[in-house]
């Protein structure tokens, strides 16, 4: 049986910060509240000419030159975003141009904040197949090319970034110990961006092409169903949560992640975010709390780490697996 193992990790945010100070020029708020009620400090924003497929190219590369590996047998590119470059082509396609790989598969997965982990589950299940043997998992967005910065309820959270795993064939066990998904398409209206459509379930839309959100509704519902998953996830690899060494939510909302740990008992010691400096990336935000706890040293050898993404749709996903990542040879 072909198992797949972690060959790297690489990622990369813009330039540009965009800290609570500058949000406090710009809309109705202050850095207490949002501090307050979200954790968050500033977040990154994209460039105007910076879309989704450059900061994946330039996440790939930071993986190339810390582990020196090659990418140009990579057989399988993943992008999984909300935010492509456009419609289509699809970002997949663009970055395996981009980075010179045009003979990869390419794809791209749109399952909002949850797209990384539904990437990683794909692509363990494709190598474990023998379908393919070196897939790139891209989890990016540019979320400030669509939040609307007069809207204090949503311009707050979202920032840009972009982060790569590279799966390969050769695992001695299985990657993922337990993995689950969910969708439930009724809470749909609770956050969608809005665009062709001008209604859903019979509900109007609003909006100008930009992210809608019912805050209060998202968060009753993350705090209501990950810890409940956290559990089934845990027992379906015959492990008690707290033998669970690292927990890594989606960064949507400190206090959501502080309410998540205190309901399901995991210590918030041994979670990791990405959201203090980067904000909500959607699809980035696992793989940028993932990268920066490799730079800080939170992820070891054996360890095992809770994946677990939800967002719009509304969907869930969680993988569970058992860490492991060749020495990086170059300083990140
Ligand atoms: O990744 C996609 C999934 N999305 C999420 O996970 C988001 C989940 N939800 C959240 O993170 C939170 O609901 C928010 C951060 C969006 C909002 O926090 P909240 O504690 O739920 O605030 P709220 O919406 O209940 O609003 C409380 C008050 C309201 O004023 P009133 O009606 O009590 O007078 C808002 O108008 O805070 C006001 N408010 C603000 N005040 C200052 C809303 N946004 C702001 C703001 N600055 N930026």
Redesign the pocket.
């Known amino acids: 049986m072909v198992h797949a193992r972690i060959a790297g990790i690489g990622s990369y945010v813009p330039e540009k910060i965009l800290a609570n100070a500058d949000l406090e020029q710009m809309?109705?708020?202050?850095d207490e509240?949002?501090v307050q009620?979200?954790g968050i400090r500033e977040r990154r924003i994209a460039a105007e000419h910076e879309f989704t497929s450059d900061l994946c190219v330039r996440a790939a590369l930071d993986l190339m030159e810390r582990y020196r590996i090659r990418l140009d047998d990579v057989d399988h590119i993943i992008a999984c975003t909300n935010t492509p470059d456009y419609p289509f082509p699809s970002a997949a396609s663009q970055i395996g141009s981009k980075l010179g790989i045009p003979a990869a598969g390419a794809v791209d997965v749109n399952a909002t904040?949850a797209g990384f982990v539904h990437g990683i589950q794909l692509a363990s299940a494709l190598i474990s197949s023998g379908m393919y043997r070196k897939i790139l998992v891209f989890g990016s967005d540019t979320m400030s090319k669509i939040t609307d910065y007069t809207d204090?309820?949503t311009c707050?959270?979202f920032g840009d970034g972009a982060g790569v795993i590279l799966l390969e064939a050769g695992g001695e066990q299985e990657l993922l110990l337990a993995h689950s998904s969910h969708s439930d398409g009724t809470g749909g209206i609770h956050?969608y961006r809005s665009g062709l459509s001008g209604s859903m379930d019979g509900k109007e839309l609003q909006g100008n092409g930009c992210i809608v959100?019912n805050?209060?509704e998202?968060?009753r519902w993350?705090v209501t169903e990950v810890p409940k998953a956290m559990a089934r996830l845990a027992a379906a690899a015959g492990l008690n949560l707290a033998e669970i060494d690292r927990f890594v939510p989606?960064s949507?909302?400190l206090r959501?992640i502080e309410s998540i740990c205190e309901k399901s008992g995991f210590p918030l010691e041994r979670t990791l975010y990405s959201l203090v400096r980067y904000g909500?990336t959607?699809a980035a935000s696992i793989p940028l709390s993932l990268d920066l706890a490799v730079k800080e040293n939170r992820l070891t050898e054996g360890q095992t780490v809770l994946l677990y993404g939800f967002?719009?749709g509304l969907v869930q996903a969680g993988a569970l697996l058992r860490w492991s990542l060749p020495e990086a040879r170059s300083e990140a």
């Open positions: 809309v109705d708020t202050n509240w949002i009620r979200t904040c204090r309820s707050i959270l956050v959100q805050g209060r998202v968060y993350a989606h949507a909302n959501i909500n959607s967002g719009a």
